[in-house]
């Protein structure tokens, strides 16, 4: 398993480099904008959960890394990514200092 700090990392960088992958609302959309599963194959935007659950399996160790990442932020990670002034910046921004942890 990659640690909450790899994915976080990886999550930033693919962030930094296409910020329009990231999603509020819905763990992953389509190119139309429609909310999908995370793991679809037509997903192209994730919100923070669904980034670090397309990069974890089985089950329990996507509930550990959720449970690593609601420590760092203080708050369900999907509570923290849906602020309606919520901004990529900010989940790059989140990733980079867990990754630094």
Do not use: F
């Not at 909450?4 to 139309?32: C, N």
């Not at 659950?53 to 760092?72: C, F, G, I, M, Q």
């Amino acid at each position: 398993m990659n640690t909450i700090q790899e994915i976080a990392a990886d999550i930033a960088r693919e962030l930094r480099d296409d910020p329009a992958r990231w999603t509020q609302a819905a763990y992953a959309r389509d190119h139309r904008g429609y909310p999908i599963q995370h793991d679809a194959k037509t997903a192209c935007t994730w919100c923070l959960m669904g980034h670090v659950k397309k990069r974890v399996t089985p089950h329990e160790e996507v509930v550990t890394s959720l449970y690593l990442l609601r420590n760092a932020i203080g708050t369900s990670t999907a509570e923290w990514n849906d602020v309606h002034d919520r901004t990529v910046q900010e989940v790059v921004e989140l990733c980079d200092r867990i990754a630094a942890t």
